[in-house]
């Protein structure tokens, strides 16, 4: 059994008491970011295609110029040989009829969330990636998870009111690429 009988937190020091697992004793625990799922405050898009070598798959992020930012996980599968290509401040626009709707990590809520995303955006982008990454090689799969470190969490704090831009250029034929952006959105107090 933990050696506590409860944690003080809080301006009024409300009591929560700790449950343990029966069998390990182990304190149980929600992480923040996973509680955002039960607080109807994550979301997640997926976008997947087979490519030809040289064809492209593009997911263009647009935020909202509020404070509720986004921390998002931005993640790139590639069965064979990619290159990924991340930028910032994009000059690609939105294409409405690509829309990805976000769907709420959690089911039962109605909330949504105010990022506009799309695959194939429209126009060009010959500014110079944020950075780029290759992964896979031509007789072998890949995976990369594209973000700076926070914890356990390749976590990004996207920018309010700011353009993104996720290319992923695949380097054989038949490739099976997959874009996924899982976030939750926080106001930061």
């Known amino acids: 059994m933990p050696a506590f009988d409860y944690w003080e937190i809080g301006p009024q020091s409300n009591r929560i008491i700790p449950t343990a697992d029966k069998a390990t004793h182990a304190i149980n625990v929600v992480d923040y970011a996973h509680h955002e799922i039960h607080s109807g405050s994550a979301y997640i898009v997926i976008h997947s295609m087979l490519r030809a070598d040289t064809e492209v798959s593009e997911v263009r992020i647009q935020t909202p110029d509020t404070?509720?930012?986004?921390?998002?996980?931005?993640?790139?599968?590639?069965?064979?040989?990619?290159?990924?290509?991340?930028?910032?401040?994009?000059?690609?626009t939105h294409t409405a009829a690509n829309v990805m709707t976000p769907l709420n990590r959690d089911r039962n809520s109605t909330s949504t969330s105010a990022m506009l995303i799309c695959h194939t955006p429209t126009g060009a982008d010959t500014s110079a990636p944020t950075f780029t990454e290759y992964i896979g090689a031509s007789a072998s799969g890949g995976r990369i998870a594209v973000g700076g470190g926070s914890s356990s969490?390749?976590?990004?704090?996207?920018?309010?009111?700011?353009d993104y831009l996720i290319r992923v250029t695949s380097r054989a034929d038949g490739n099976a690429i997959t874009i996924l952006v899982d976030w939750y959105e926080h106001t930061n107090r």
């Open 153 to 162: 969490r390749a976590e990004y704090i996207l920018k309010q009111n700011e």
């Open 67 to 92: 404070t509720k930012w986004a921390h998002a996980l931005i993640g790139v599968q590639s069965a064979l040989a990619s290159t990924v290509a991340f930028h910032e401040s994009t000059s690609m």
